[in-house]
């Protein structure tokens, strides 16, 4: 699976971003996704996940309410709808494929990712 992310950029605070993740292959579906973010000096963080068909989600709880994780299968893309952004959430942003199987807790551990895009640049400013 190759994973190319996209839709990061310069917003001010309180504004919102659409990243988008678009995998190769033919079997994304089966695929659990997630999205993580790394900030300057600090380590890669779970954002969020989605099941393989987009029917379980889970969040990171300094984003819940703010951010959206969506998928299309049939175009083989991820989504993170990001709200109400601060500055604590500027970092690259990854996009992540799992081929575990999903539980009640989700995915929310970087081992569990065998394939990774290569990162999105977020900035947002006070």
């Known amino acids: 699976v190759q994973l190319q992310a996209s839709g990061g950029g310069l917003v001010q605070a309180g504004g919102y971003l659409r990243l988008s993740c678009a995998a190769s292959g033919r079997t994304f579906s089966t695929y659990v996704m997630g999205w993580f973010r790394q900030a300057p000096g600090k380590e890669r963080e779970f954002v969020a996940t989605?099941?393989?068909?987009?029917?379980?989600?889970v969040y990171r709880d300094s984003v819940k309410g703010r951010f959206t994780i969506s998928r299309d299968n049939a175009n083989n893309t991820v989504y993170l709808q990001m709200n109400s952004l601060v500055p604590e959430d500027t970092a690259v942003y990854y996009c992540?494929?799992?081929?575990?199987?999903?539980?009640?807790?989700?995915?929310?551990?970087?081992?569990?990712?065998?394939?990774w895009g290569q990162g999105t640049l977020v900035t947002v400013s006070s």
């Open positions: 989605i099941s393989g068909s987009g029917g379980g989600t």
């Open positions: 992540a494929a799992s081929p575990k199987t999903w539980d009640a807790f989700g995915r929310r551990t970087i081992s569990d990712y065998y394939y």
